[in-house]
């Protein structure tokens, strides 16, 4: 494959991933040893320092070895695994401690965060075409699969989370916002009925999917439960005795919580409280929050199945309650 060079990078981490590449295509082997400085320099017409600057950024990320600081060698081989995710939560980072914890150690993560920002998340994808061995990638949309991700083989591809849409012929480990969620309700609605209503706070700025709300109203409307849907969550607003409050956004856990206090009210005791997805500091707030969500661990532990063994897979996680002290 021919390096043509672009304003997009410098010139020295084009040739390192030029180089990369070649060693996730397997075009260059453990032991292979690298053309030498003043070859490399002819052949893509930069400069000496360029490849040598070029050589230690590749020896920094464990690719290649040297001798005497000459002669430059392929390493053990390196595995190179793409890890996409939407934006940082402390449950995304189960799931990263998880899956780094499980390989072995001559794969490499290379972790981004999209942050919901559609022209970010696909230049990512494009600039990685043919860089990884693997791809583990939370789409920036439940219900449409991006286009720059058609380009990537799906056996290489492993769709994380959302998934809305038709995932034939590749592989997933998604949760359920819809069904999944109405399912965890129910199998706590006993526990629900000691509350006179069910607030789901939903900031309608969230990029959670807005289906859930749906199977929100349908849970209650099925089971006869009052309920509001509220947008926003603010220091002025009360916290209302006999009310369980499920709650998507973890800072908003966080408010309901302060707000409880100036109105002198226990949570788990005057009024209910469930956030959605499981946070290690939920199991040390107040005497415990429980929380809707499928098991982040798990998707760690299956991704990095799937990094290493390379078997389809395709999985909707279990949704369900952890039942702490907060309801």
Known sequence: MELKFNNKNTKVKQLADYIQRAISLNELMPGDK????????????????????????????????????????????????LLILDEYTPFKDVLYNTLVSKLPTNYKIDLWFHQYNEHLFNNVVQESYGMYNKYLIMNYSNEMLAESLLKIDPKKLLLLDFGKFDKEGYSYICQDFDQGFYDALNDAKEDFRKYKKIVFLFDKRHKHPQSSKTFLVKFCLDNNFEFEIIDSFSSKTPVNEGTLYIVIKQTDVVEVIKRSKIDKLKVGKDFGLIGYNNNPFYEVIESGIASISIDWEEMGSLAADFVTNGERIACYLPTKIIQRNSY
């Open 34 to 81: 690298l053309s030498s400085i003043n070859t490399m320099s002819r052949q893509h017409k930069i400069s000496r320092d360029t490849v040598f600057k070029a050589f230690n950024e590749l020896k920094a990320r464990g690719l290649v070895e040297s001798i005497h600081g000459k002669n430059y060698f392929v390493s053990n081989q390196i595995k190179n695994v």
